[in-house]
């Protein structure tokens, strides 16, 4: 079973709002990763935290952004939602050069 | 040029058919590779990193070419339960890891 567990599973927001969704990483990775994943395309990087500290950015805008803790838990913040943002946004943990393990992800409807 | 391309799909395949998934990409500084797979609303999960000699793991097979930036991945006696999606990925490694994704391409095994 994944190590990497992510809530809420799902959520409804309306344009404007702002959400906050979470991630706990596997034990041991001390780099997570965002993505974001919209209907029918692959995972479009948002940005990675290591140690605490943003260690590198996708092309997404400022009202995306995100918070790692000493636990290495991990928060990803969506501002003035707008309805595009709509998607499946995962969350992963790794170790250095082996692949990522996901979150099952958190499904964000923006209506 | 998108980074990471894939055949677009989708594969409808035959029980017991051998089927080949293509996909290169654009950055000749990538350090490491990977197939992952990825069922109906579900998040990705590992299936098998890929190396410059090759690798098997049972009817898996992986190829990198790193001199044409080419990654593939065949997969022989199809069973129903490939029928998923299967992501290519590359590791730019720019800033640590930095998991690029392929779109995906759509396996669909027919009894």
């Known amino acids: 079973e994944t190590g990497v567990t992510q809530s809420p599973t799902h959520l409804i927001k309306t344009r404007g709002q702002q959400v906050t969704l979470r991630c706990s990483s596997q034990s041991g990775h001390n780099t997570v990763s965002w993505y974001q994943q919209a209907l029918g395309q692959g995972p479009q990087f948002i940005f990675q935290y290591y140690r605490e500290e943003e260690n590198g950015r996708g092309n997404f805008p400022p009202r995306f952004s995100g918070l790692q803790f000493p636990n290495y838990s991990s928060e990803l913040n969506v501002n003035a939602l707008e309805l595009d943002d709509s998607a499946l946004y995962l969350c992963?943990?790794?170790?250095?050069?082996?692949?990522?393990?996901f979150g099952s992800g958190t499904r964000l409807t923006v209506v | 040029r998108k980074e990471v391309e894939q055949d677009p799909g989708p594969f409808n395949v035959p029980e017991g058919a051998t089927v080949a998934f293509n996909c290169t990409y654009s950055?000749?500084?990538?350090?490491?590779f990977f197939w992952y797979r990825q069922d109906c609303r579900k998040e990705p999960k590992l299936l098998m990193s890929v190396y410059s000699s090759g690798n098997e793991d049972g009817r898996f097979t992986a190829q990198l070419n790193r001199a044409s930036q080419y990654i593939s991945l065949l997969i022989r006696d199809s069973k129903l339960s490939d029928s998923a999606t299967y992501l290519c990925?590359?590791?730019?490694?720019?800033?640590?890891?930095?998991?690029?994704f392929g779109p995906g391409t759509r396996l669909s095994v027919l009894p």
């Open positions: 990925v590359v590791n730019e490694g720019n800033y640590g890891q930095n998991f690029v």
């Open positions: 950055n000749s500084a990538s350090q490491s």
């Open positions: 992963a943990s790794s170790l250095v050069d082996y692949g990522y393990t």
